[in-house]
C-alpha cells in the first residue's frame, strides 16, 4: 500500500510539472521574442507597438512604413492566427540601418500536447513591406503580412 501511495505521489508530481511547463513556456518564449525584436532596434527607436490579433494594426503599419521610408530605427511586432500555435512575426531596424525580421512559432512541429518546442528565426530582411488588410465574413480579422525582396532566397 505504502509502495501504491509514493508511485501516486511521484506520478502527480510528473503530470504537475507538465501542466506547468507546458502552461508557462509560451509567455517565457514570446516574451524572450519581443525582447529580441526590440532590442535589435535599440532604445531610442520608435516604438510602432506590438498588435495582438484582434487589434486593428493600420497604425502600426503605418507607424512602420513611414519609419522605413526615413531610415529611422524602429520596432513592430504582429501576432498572427495560426492553427494548431502561436504565432507572432516582428519588424526591426537598427541603428546601421539593417532591417531584422523575426517570426515566432510557439509550436514548430504542428499539433502536441506536451513538450512543444517553440521557434524564433532572426533573418535580414531586405526592401521589408509592412501591409495590414482586413478580412470580412465569415472571418472578419485582420491580416498582416511582412514580406522581403530576399524571401524567394531563403
Known sequence: MRMIRGVFKWGA????M???????????????????????????????????????????????????????????????????????????RDKNGSVHRFRYDSNRAGFCLLFCVPSIRQSVCERPIVKAEKLVAPFDFWSVSVTCKNDDNS
Open 18 to 92: 507538465l501542466v506547468v511547463y507546458r502552461l508557462a513556456y509560451h509567455p517565457v518564449a514570446k516574451a524572450i521574442f519581443l525582447w529580441k525584436v526590440r532590442n535589435t532596434a535599440g532604445i531610442t527607436a520608435i516604438a510602432c507597438g506590438h498588435i495582438g490579433k484582434r487589434a486593428d494594426p493600420t497604425q502600426a503599419t503605418l507607424c512602420a512604413n513611414e519609419a522605413l521610408a526615413s531610415n529611422k530605427p524602429f520596432w513592430v511586432a504582429f501576432d498572427l492566427y495560426g492553427i494548431d500555435s502561436f504565432i507572432s512575426i516582428g519588424l526591426s
Open 13 to 16: 508530481l510528473i503530470l504537475l
